[in-house]
């Protein structure tokens, strides 16, 4: 079969290899589309090179359809829809046992760790499988992965119908938090420096505020009647962003630290003091949050359509990766599936 590797800085390949073997609790997915994200632009870069060995098939945003089914699979059969929750804890450390599987200490990521779904068969363990519904197209039920994301963001915030959010960074992470705090009932800001990612987000209903033209407090504080905004979601992974973030919060406001920032970053502690902020981390997601976003993409809450800049054959990564840099698209598909 064909898979595409990494086999090191800014090189990806088209490869054959050997399909693995399903295995009792196991089940061999055909992936139909696999989406690339910024993680996936770390590796391109050799950023990641200390944590993926080489060669690699990565590949974590993905929906497929099952074709084989191991030895003490329950549940499934041949020809469902799944997308995978790319995530294997140990259930032995601290975390695991204090009920927070989903940021285990000894986490693997499946993708990244383990091979992933830029492959034409792929054979994960069952329990990592999740449902999706007769009827979604498997292009936008692509996005769950990334929506999942977004769905555990909000959650943690406790943002609430009626109250004002503000979203630093409109990328694809950023956008989708933005529709899913709308879709809980708050009010929704974007704040985005560049103008073309600004633009789609227009095209979404979400209002938006340029920062090299306006000043974001000044904004922020006319918006919300001098308070400041409920919950600040700091998407952009600049360190302007995070002193930007603390300054934007309301008194006892919250602010959630999405981005993955690569060393460590000031933070206005005395604001956090004076305003008594809450700042939150929140990483990865939770089976409940998988199908929240299952049901968002069912009922076209996410424009998810909108959201897809492109979609390329199996052969063409080493391309997409090339124009993912450059910013020029916001969220490309791999059609490993050959549906083109």
């Not at 995978?84 to 499946?110: K, R, S």
């Not at 970053?265 to 199908?291: K, M």
């Amino acid at each position: 079969m064909q898979a595409v590797s990494y086999i090191g800085e800014r090189t990806f390949a088209l490869t054959d290899v050997e399909p693995e073997p399903v295995r009792p609790g196991t089940v061999r997915v055909e992936p139909a589309y696999v989406g690339l994200c910024g993680t996936d632009l770390h590796i391109f870069h050799g950023h990641m090179d200390s944590r993926v060995t080489k060669p690699a098939i990565i590949g974590h945003e993905m929906v497929g359809i099952i074709a084989e089914i191991g030895a003490d699979v329950t549940g499934w059969r041949i020809g469902d829809v799944v997308t995978v929750m790319p995530l294997i804890w140990d259930n032995t450390c601290p975390a695991c046992l204090a009920g927070h599987t989903h940021i285990c200490q000894n986490l693997q990521f499946v993708g990244i760790d383990t091979a992933g779904a830029l492959q034409q068969q792929w054979v994960v363990p069952s329990e990592l499988l999740v449902r999706v519904p007769e009827g979604v197209s498997l292009v936008h039920a692509a996005l769950v992965e990334p929506v999942a994301v977004a769905v555990h963001d909000v959650r943690r915030s406790e943002l609430s119908s009626g109250q004002r959010a503000v979203v630093i960074g409109a990328g694809p992470i950023g956008v989708l938090i933005a529709t899913v705090a709308r879709n809980v009932g708050a009010d929704v800001a974007v704040v985005e420096l560049d103008p073309g990612r600004r633009a789609l987000a227009r095209e979404l209903g979400l209002t938006t505020v340029d920062p090299g033209e306006i000043d974001p407090g000044a904004w922020v504080a006319d918006w919300t009647d001098g308070a400041g905004a409920d919950v600040v979601f700091e998407v952009a992974g600049a360190a302007a962003a995070i002193r930007t973030a603390t300054s934007l919060a309301k008194v006892r406001g919250t602010v959630v630290v999405v981005a993955i920032h690569p060393e460590p970053r000031p933070v206005d502690l005395q604001r956090v003091f004076w305003r008594e902020l809450r700042i939150l981390g929140a990483r990865v997601y939770q089976r409940t949050d998988f199908e929240e976003a299952v049901r968002l993409i069912a009922a076209g809450v996410i424009p998810a359509g909108q959201l897809i800049t492109e979609i390329v054959p199996l052969n063409a990564v080493q391309s997409a990766f090339e124009k993912l840099e450059t910013g020029a698209a916001l969220k490309v598909l791999v059609d490993v599936g050959g549906a083109l």
